[in-house]
């Protein structure tokens, strides 16, 4: 008998919930003690094996402190698509987190703009010119 893939929908949401709980530095253990289940079952909304329930989700969402709609594409006010966007990818990513949580932490501009164009200039493939989109009108003159 062939194992029943996971819908895209629950792999979304699942994972979803893994960048908000990383986020906030909570392991899977943690979650599954304040939901009263076992970690196992916590990997496996994660990876989308299991549906997260309305109710659970409900719960998981005051727990993460995010709304319902977090967990779905647009907040809920459009259509999930199968493919992750490239922010959840990146967030995702234990050194994307990390770097997330690093950079979040610099408070001056002029820094972060210079980590900016550091990584850039580290990147194997080019990247789209996007520098209009990340210039400080305070920071340029």
């Not at 980590?115 to 996007?130: C, T, Y």
């Amino acid at each position: 008998m062939k194992a029943k893939s996971p819908n895209s929908i629950d792999v979304y949401v699942g994972n979803r919930v893994r960048v908000r709980r990383k986020t906030l530095g909570m392991t899977q253990h943690g979650l599954a003690q304040l939901l009263g289940i076992t970690f196992q079952q916590i990997q496996k909304y994660e990876k989308g094996t299991n549906r997260i329930g309305a109710s659970r989700l409900q719960r998981i969402s005051e727990i993460l402190r995010v709304p319902v709609g977090f967990f779905f594409e647009n907040g809920g006010s459009g259509p999930i698509e199968a493919q992750t966007s490239e922010l959840n990818k990146f967030l995702s990513s234990k050194e994307g987190l990390a770097l997330n949580k690093a950079f979040i932490a610099i408070e001056d501009p002029n820094i972060r703009q210079k980590l900016v164009a550091l990584a850039k200039s580290l990147a194997v493939e080019g990247l789209p010119d996007i520098d209009s989109e990340l210039q400080d009108p305070v920071v340029h003159n």
